[in-house]
Nanobody
Framework: QVQLVESGGGLVQPGGSLRLSCAAS????????MGWYRQAPGKQRELVAF???????IYVDSVKGRFTISRDNAKNTVYLQMNTLKPEDTAVYYC??????????WGQGTQVTVSS
């Protein structure tokens, strides 16, 4: 099993910044990808960004140039730095870890609200 704990969400004004963290623990052997997804009210969960064990990175078009995903292997933690936040970024943000076997693990989610 893998446990994922997200933190760093909150309320921020448009144009502001937040940094989300996702700490992984447990049997993290063979985790090949970690990523961030988000789900806004009434919408499907969507990919925001992911980073692979070989440091390949993908962003959804709507966050390119504003969000940065990174990881600290020593801390088993993945970060999502979010800058120039917009109201449409408001959502619950979830961390996901994927094994090479195809098994996925999810965190509990952290709320991000962008509002004046």
């Amino acid at each position: 099993q893998v446990q994922l704990v997200e933190s760093g969400g909150g309320l921020v004004q448009p144009g502001g910044s937040l940094r989300l963290s996702c700490a992984a623990s447990g049997n993290i052997f063979s985790i090949v990808l970690m990523g961030w997804y988000r789900q806004a009210p009434g919408k499907q969960r969507e990919l925001v960004a992911f980073i692979t064990s070989e440091d390949s990175i993908i962003y959804v078009d709507s966050v390119k140039g504003r969000f940065t995903i990174s990881r600290d292997n020593a801390k088993n933690t993945v970060y999502l730095q979010m800058n120039t936040l917009k109201p449409e970024d408001t959502a619950v943000y979830y961390c996901k870890a994927a094994r090479s076997t195809g098994r996925d693990y999810w965190g509990q989610g952290t709320q991000v609200t962008v509002s004046s």
